[in-house]
């Protein structure tokens, strides 16, 4: 049973008070800030006057968000370490509340910004007093063909509340109305949920793990005409965004504010495509060391060698990630080292009502805290690593940006947490003397490459499709999205796979398919940090540098500017042929310590 929250030891807790000393602080702090969000109007109508008017709003705008962030941590974190605790949760609410009331009051600046004629900025954007804050707004002034009047900005923004019921009814019918029952395994039943269906699919026992695919997926099937609705309408709504902003595609519209060219999104599916062979030679080598007369798509997740059992402690997690990161420098590792040793960056285990699973979280002021509920396994271990990545970026891009290029863009969150892993695996492979261990290993980083870079591309292939489908006037019948979502399927699992039928419903449960071209972004992330994880290990103190100085760059430049600095090209194949390359080297290791 779950230890209750004041029962957790203080050196095991993140340290929140860091932020707050007490609630009552909050409280304060606040109370100031109901008054405070309002400070912003005062440059309204006035932004066009002087070069001076704008970098005072923007100070004005940064002095406001850090406070309302910190204000925002505290309420979010302190929620998650008990969800069921009513005052916390309030708190969280009211601080939330509290945003969304400055981002009204606060969404005059980028209409009027963009309303001042291009030979005036330009002149303002020469002045020396703005020097610092050219990217900044760079970034939306590039935006003036997609902004509209006022009036229509209002219209798009009540529209938005409509549109997002459909996610919202998504939601609600894949996580509250659907209940999947049990399933019966010889004399047993077992119950069937959203979790427990992923458990069941590493499960030794063939028999469990072809009925939970089956009841799962055929409980969905119960409702396609729902889901293919759903999925159409929320489709709809991203083409009508990109329409109203006079953007070409819901493609376009959903790249161009972080400057990334569609034939990123292209190159990533032409060159996997280009290069499946190497999923197909590794499935069928699973089908072999499985011994299977038919790998069916419910056979494609258990382990298919030897279970190693790899336990840690905390402190053995904490020091192997620390021992794994070595490699990149002494102030990245003394920092980390004392974070997680000093400074208790970490909430390390599960309580009662804790929020599950691990992120990092914090702000321009914070610490970069990871929440985590570490139970022992090689998977919490690696989790630690992956948000230790996640911690690394912000807190070097924070100590090195200022606050408006601070934070990173989810099309670089990814990469940072994937680097360290690889770091760690590494680690643990490179010292392990034992051939089952070794192999257990590289088979768990293959599967993390099949699952996040095979899969998420063929995702984000489903998506480019459905897209295309709706802008060309063509409805997403459920039988048009089962027939495509299969040709994929066989198309990506090959040969060797045997293409279950429950398998045509499967889009009906991605939630992702409605977040308007995310998925790639899993893809592109792994690739990059491969890419990047190669550099640094073969290379010297310059490819260190040029990835410590990724970690630096935060907001400064556009995401793929950034990435060309430290010497990767994500609209060329090589980033993505280099990951591919690297499953198939993975691959032949494995099948020569077998």
Known sequence: MALKREEIQKEDKWNVEAIYESDQQWEKDFNIAKEKINEITQFKGKLKDSAKNIKNMIDKLTEIERFLNKIYLYAHMRHDEDTRNEKYKDMEERISTLLTKYDEISSYIGPELISIEDSIMNKYLDDEILRDYRFYLHKILRAKDHILSEKEEKLISMASNVFFSISDSFRSLNDADIKFGTIKIYDKELELTHSKY????????????????????????????????????????????????????????????????????????????????????????????????????????????EAVDIKFSY?????????????????????????????RWVDKYENENKRSGAYSTGCYDSYPYILMNFNGTLNDAKTLSHEAGHSMHSYLTNKNQPFIYSGYPIFLAEIASTFNEELFIHYLIDKSKDKKEKAYLINSRLEEIRTTFFRQTMFAEFELLIHNLVENDIPLTFQLLKNEYRKLNEYYFGKDVVIDPEIEIEWARIPHFYYNYYVYQYATGISAAITLFKKVLNGGEKERNDYLNFLKSGNSKFPLDILKEAGIDMSTPEPIENTIRYFEELTEELKKLE
Do not use: C, W
Request: charged residues 30%; without cysteine; glycine residues 4%.
């Open 198 to 305: 992923y458990t069941y699919l590493i499960d030794r026992n063939r028999e469990i793990r072809k009925h939970a695919f089956k009841s799962y997926h055929n409980k969905f099937n119960e409702y396609p005409t729902t889901f293919a609705s759903l999925l159409y309408g929320e489709i709809k709504s991203h083409y009508f965004y990109a329409k109203a902003r006079n953007f070409k595609s819901s493609l376009e519209a959903s790249l161009f504010y972080k400057n990334i060219d569609t034939k990123v999104y292209t190159n990533l599916i032409d060159t996997v495509r280009k290069g499946i062979s190497a999923l197909h030679n590794y499935l069928s080598y699973r089908k072999k060391r499985m011994g299977l007369d038919e790998l069916h798509l419910y056979d494609v997740y258990v382990p298919f060698i």
């Open 315 to 343: 402190n053995e997690a904490q020091d192997t990630v620390l021992e794994s990161v070595k490699l990149l420098g002494d102030e990245y590792y003394s920092t980390l080292k004392r974070g997680l040793k000093e400074e």
